[in-house]
């Protein structure tokens, strides 16, 4: 049981034994540590419902309070706050008990959910780009962390493979460069993309071909074999490519793209028609929205059958949500996408409550994120202006920290250098966009994010790399049947720090914010530092070395599985 989740339960009964009340207390670690480790915010709102003063209220708590054996006697500051200091001999047995625990006493989630995250999901024909990477880097965090907690987790790659785009792509592709459309890999994913350009442009600016393309897109949708046949060809063309990333940045999905769902879609129309929510607007069939306004103020529509018959990117999510709910028997639904869709996901999410498709006890979050910024603060665009391929982005992060660990270690083995260029520069990438606030937009730098100072990957990845050489030079091996005594300060700063690492893990699984993680394996390896500028290790008395060998373990597994979470693996030499 994590700390937090220890003190609730004090607090509970507290509550329930004082007042008479069944509440889920709110206990929140200390802003400052003058104020303690761990604070009760309760007594506030409750005075206002028993219709009492504040600190009464909490006076009331704190004598019901069975807390003796975690921490020194409460105090109630300001209106009625309850201020907790945990006692050093309970630091040292929790310490002790996560020292034994393979999970470092982080618990399982209890019930255990079927959770869908739906990420990365690019393009086919087009380049997955710098989004696509925000998405790919953040939802598969997520799905870490969801994962280690126990839940079930699909991880749904929502590609990008129907649509308008492979009527034009095909139509020109025919005329243009015709074997690409019935022989495999005989056009770079790049050329693809190029003439999917071409084709649009095309499509954009001669009626003929637009309505050549449309045809080819009642073929496919059709099932009319030539048109499928070069529609799996160019799918299996950009999936390989998409996969050479996965596999650089350690990633793993399961694609169901958006033609998945194609069988799917005029159950949707029809279903709403029957509920009486579907309207015609202009040829259109759609569902008036609530809350949406165009300027005049009238409700906007949510399209979801243009007048031409076709159906678009929100049917699909709508088959997409009935489907996950009712055949996957999702209990929560996680989509990580730009925060330019969010009008999109509260559109989707909307009609499908008022439908009755997406029932209370089902979850529902669009996890948005900002751009990447380029460090000119503009739009981040490579060279030439186009949007930066994402391969190239990663090889070249790769390329930088090889060149680092090359200047300053020359003579070690190449095959140590590419192993350590690898985890350094794509870790360094993932770090850099996980420990922004993921709403802000964000600058990238290589400079910064390859920088062994600062909140960045190589700082916590050297951290570790540090701590686990103080292990190494150790002689005598750790006696684990001993107790661990901890008594410095800085050590029992280290120590609340590590025994707050479920909260934090808790903390993110609920809000999804990586960046929490971030910020506290990075505060961690600061307040390891100073316990190990404060306090000798290796020549420190029996008693105390072991502890503090043990601090140095807790300390270095915490820094593993947190940035195992992040995605990121750990070195044992760098
Ligand atoms: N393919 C879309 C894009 O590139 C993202 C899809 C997100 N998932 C979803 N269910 N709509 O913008």
Redesign the pocket.
């Known amino acids: 049981m994590s700390v937090l989740q220890e003190l609730k339960g004090r607090f509970r009964s507290a509550i329930r034994q004082g007042l008479q009340l069944e509440i889920d207390p709110q206990i929140t670690a200390a802003k400052e540590p003058k104020f303690g480790d761990y604070q009760c915010n309760d007594a506030m709102g409750l005075a206002k419902k028993l219709g009492s003063k504040p600190r009464d209220v909490a006076q009331k708590i704190v004598e019901n309070l069975d807390i003796a054996d975690i921490a020194e006697p409460p105090t109630i500051e300001g209106p009625g706050f309850i201020n907790l200091r945990l006692q050093v001999a309970y630091i040292n047995r929790k310490l002790e008990s996560i020292w034994h625990d393979d999970r470092l006493g982080i618990p399982l989630a209890d019930p255990p959910q079927r959770i869908v995250v ?1 990420f990365s ?3 086919i024909a087009k380049e997955m780009h710098v989004g ?1 990477l925000r998405s790919t880097i953040i939802g598969d965090c997520i799905a870490r962390i969801l994962e280690f907690l126990g839940h079930e987790v699909l991880r749904l790659n ?1 590609v ?1 493979d129907w649509g308008t785009q492979f009527g034009m792509l095909i139509t020109h592709l025919k005329e243009a460069f015709p074997q690409a459309l019935v022989a495999a890999d005989v056009l770079a994913l790049g050329d693809l993309v190029n003439f999917y350009r071409e084709a649009k442009k095309r499509f954009d600016e001669d009626e003929s071909f637009r309505e050549r393309a449309r045809l080819a897109v009642v073929d496919l949708q059709a099932g009319e074999a030539t048109a499928r046949q070069a529609w799996q060809l160019l799918c299996e063309q950009s999936r390989r490519e998409f996969q050479k990333i996965y596999d650089l940045l350690d990633v793993r999905l399961q694609e169901r793209g958006e033609s998945f769902y194609n069988p799917f879609l005029p159950a949707v129309v029809e279903d709403l028609a029957a509920l009486g929510l579907l309207q015609e607007d202009a040829g259109a069939k759609c569902v008036f929205l609530e809350g949406f306004q165009n300027k005049e103020g009238q409700p906007l529509p949510l399209i979801v059958q243009k007048s031409d018959g076709g159906y678009n ?1 929100a049917t699909t ?1 709508l088959a ?1 949500l009935r489907y996950r709910i009712n055949v996957d028997k999702a209990d929560r639904i996680i ?1 990580v ?1 730009d925060s330019g ?1 969010a009008d999109h996901f509260a559109q989707v999410f909307q009609v499908a409550r008022r439908a009755g498709w997406l029932p209370d006890r089902v979850q529902v979050e669009h996890v948005p994120f900002g751009l990447v910024l380029g460090e000119d603060g503009k739009k981040f665009k490579t060279r030439s202006g186009d949007t930066v391929a994402l391969k190239e982005l990663l090889h070249e992060a790769i390329e930088r920290a090889f060149a680092d660990i090359d200047s300053r270690n020359p003579d070690a083995p190449l095959s140590f250098k590419q192993e350590v260029a690898k985890v350094v520069g794509i870790g360094a990438v993932k770090y850099a966009d996980l420990s922004q606030n993921r709403h802000s937009n964000y600058v990238f730098s290589f400079d910064k994010m390859l920088s062994l100072q600062g909140n960045t990957a190589p700082y916590l990845l050297y951290a570790y790399v540090r701590i686990q050489g103080i292990g190494r030079k150790s002689t005598k091996p750790i006696d684990r049947s001993l107790p661990i005594h901890i008594s410095h300060p800085s050590e029992i700063v280290l120590a609340k720090h590590l025994l707050q690492c479920a909260e934090v893990i808790d903390a993110v699984a609920t809000d999804l914010m990586p960046n929490r993680l971030c910020q506290y394996l990075f505060e961690l390896s600061q307040k390891f530092n100073q316990f190990y500028d404060q306090c000798p290790i290796l020549q420190a008395e029996d008693g105390e070395r072991h502890s503090r060998l043990a601090l140095c373990e807790i300390t270095a597994r915490t820094l593993r599985l947190g940035l195992g979470l992040l995605g990121i693996p750990v070195l044992e030499r760098m």
């Open positions: 739906d999901s690019p393009n696509h929502h990008g990117y999510d997409a989509y996408t869709q």
